[in-house]
């Protein structure tokens, strides 16, 4: 796909979250019509259904030969989606409804596009907040124009970790979760829970968190989020380590791969990581997105060898300092000793020669 048809195709997602998040905004003191999906931690409102109808209409009128995948369609026939090479638009048009319905100010928009079975943009709106977080696959990811970065902490027990409870009542789904947050608190700084995946990869992202790991997210919970929090430097797994699968319903991110590997280790449900695996797909990770930033690249190749000539022209000084200052401390030495011979020869020289003008007198005196 061309450069001009994903700018067009970027400037619409744009457009349309903000048409998603002046809905969310006129509604969100006011009281709401709630209905229940699958359990009543699972709910939905007009306000979803009336952002996702309107985000389709558009979508559809500009992009007839689009795919799309929404969360309220998907509930309302069941349908089953697969991922194909197509332009495919993903959204959640209110992700974080528990929030939304509370008043809550974690409600988001999150809109994905995926070209050859590829994330290539994501935003994600919070517009009680005003805060618009995109990204385009190897072009960085921003904050309301400004570039994020991820952080750079590398020691699970100075991360905050973002968890959710999720939205299940099953009790197996339950009794992990909650073993989890215990292996999560025990070995990190402490958890947060902000009621949204793409908020909670967004936060990631801005570096207000170190890691976000959750079981039951769908592919519009977190695939804009996903893409935003890799853009900003973060690692992007499934929570055992592998390869993340968009259709899993599963997601673990990471602010560095020694925070992701050692998540991995606590991993409840599903198998451990194998920490080999973990390290080869987080270093294919990286180099997939430094390739996709060709002049990050450069930039980072270029930085490297300078350090490397730096660290090299350090070692030379240094030893040449070295071996100059001890080549200085034998000559120093030198000189000392010679100064200290020429001292002592001297003495002696005036010594022997008193001696011998003591003799002379005496024997003057006899001789008269």
Same mark, same amino acid.
């Given at each position: 796909?061309?450069?001009?048809?994903?700018?067009?195709?970027?400037?619409?997602?744009?457009?349309?979250?903000?048409?998603?998040?002046?809905?969310?905004?006129?509604?969100?003191?006011?009281?709401?019509?709630?209905?229940?999906?699958?359990?009543?931690?699972?709910?939905?409102?007009?306000?979803?259904?009336?952002?996702?109808?309107?985000?389709?209409?558009?979508?559809?009128?500009?992009?007839?030969?689009?795919?799309?995948?929404?969360?309220?369609?998907?509930?309302?026939?069941?349908?089953?989606?697969?991922?194909?090479?197509?332009?495919?638009?993903?959204?959640?048009?209110?992700?974080?409804?528990?929030?939304?319905?509370?008043?809550?100010?974690?409600?988001?928009?999150?809109?994905?596009?995926?070209?050859?079975?590829?994330?290539?943009?994501?935003?994600?709106?919070?517009?009680?907040?005003?805060?618009?977080?995109?990204?385009?696959?190897?072009?960085?990811?921003?904050?309301?124009?400004?570039?994020?970065?991820?952080?750079?902490?590398?020691?699970?027990?100075?991360?905050?970790?973002?968890?959710?409870?999720?939205?299940?009542?099953?009790?197996?789904?339950?009794?992990?979760?909650?073993?989890?947050?215990?292996?999560?608190?025990?070995?990190?700084?402490?958890?947060?829970?902000?009621?949204?995946?793409?908020?909670?990869?967004?936060?990631?992202?801005?570096?207000?968190?170190?890691?976000?790991?959750?079981?039951?997210?769908?592919?519009?919970?977190?695939?804009?989020?996903?893409?935003?929090?890799?853009?900003?430097?973060?690692?992007?797994?499934?929570?055992?380590?592998?390869?993340?699968?968009?259709?899993?319903?599963?997601?673990?991110?990471?602010?560095?791969?020694?925070?992701?590997?050692?998540?991995?280790?606590?991993?409840?449900?599903?198998?451990?990581?194998?920490?080999?695996?973990?390290?080869?797909?987080?270093?294919?990770?990286?180099?997939?997105?430094?390739?996709?930033?060709?002049?990050?690249?450069?930039?980072?190749?270029?930085?490297?060898?300078?350090?490397?000539? *730096?660290?090299?022209? @350090?070692?030379?000084? /240094? +030893? $040449? !300092? %070295? &071996?100059?200052?001890? =080549?200085?401390?034998? #000559? *120093?030495?030198?000189? @000392?000793?010679?100064? /200290? +011979? $020429? !001292? %002592? &020869?001297?003495?002696? =020289?005036?010594?022997? #020669?008193?001696?011998?003008? @003591?003799?002379?007198?005496?024997? $003057?005196? %006899? &001789?008269?």
């Amino acid at each position: 796909m061309s450069d001009p048809e994903l700018d067009e195709m970027f400037t619409t997602a744009i457009e349309v979250a903000k048409a998603a998040g002046q809905i969310i905004r006129d509604a969100f003191h006011k009281e709401k019509e709630v209905d229940i999906k699958m359990n009543p931690a699972d709910l939905v409102t007009e306000s979803d259904q009336a952002i996702e109808k309107m985000v389709h209409s558009r979508i559809s009128e500009k992009f007839p030969n689009h795919r799309f995948i929404g969360e309220e369609s998907t509930a309302e026939s069941g349908e089953k989606h697969c991922l194909t090479d197509e332009p495919t638009w993903i959204i959640d048009p209110i992700d974080g409804t528990t929030n939304f319905v509370n008043s809550v100010q974690e409600v988001s928009f999150s809109l994905g596009v995926m070209v050859n079975q590829k994330t290539v943009i994501g935003v994600v709106y919070v517009p009680i907040k005003e805060e618009m977080y995109t990204a385009r696959l190897g072009r960085g990811a921003y904050l309301n124009d400004k570039k994020l970065q991820a952080s750079k902490i590398t020691d699970l027990k100075q991360a905050v970790v973002i968890t959710e409870g999720g939205s299940s009542r099953d009790a197996k789904v339950v009794e992990d979760k909650v073993k989890n947050i215990h292996a999560l608190i025990t070995h990190s700084r402490g958890i947060r829970a902000y009621g949204s995946a793409a908020v909670n990869l967004c936060h990631v992202a801005a570096g207000r968190g170190q890691a976000y790991v959750e079981y039951g997210v769908h592919i519009w919970d977190f695939i804009a989020g996903a893409l935003i929090a890799a853009e900003a430097g973060a690692v992007v797994l499934d929570p055992t380590g592998c390869d993340l699968n968009p259709l899993r319903c599963r997601i673990l991110c990471a602010c560095t791969p020694e925070v992701a590997q050692a998540m991995s280790q606590w991993n409840i449900r599903g198998r451990r990581a194998n920490f080999e695996e973990l390290s080869i797909l987080t270093n294919k990770f990286n180099k997939h997105y430094s390739e996709s930033s060709s002049s990050s690249s450069s930039s980072s190749k270029v930085l490297k060898l300078s350090s490397t000539l *730096v660290v090299v022209v @350090v070692v030379v000084v /240094v +030893v $040449v !300092v %070295v &071996v100059a200052a001890a =080549a200085a401390a034998v #000559v *120093v030495v030198v000189v @000392v000793v010679v100064v /200290v +011979v $020429v !001292v %002592v &020869v001297a003495i002696v =020289a005036v010594v022997v #020669v008193a001696m011998v003008a @003591v003799v002379v007198v005496g024997l $003057v005196h %006899v &001789v008269r």
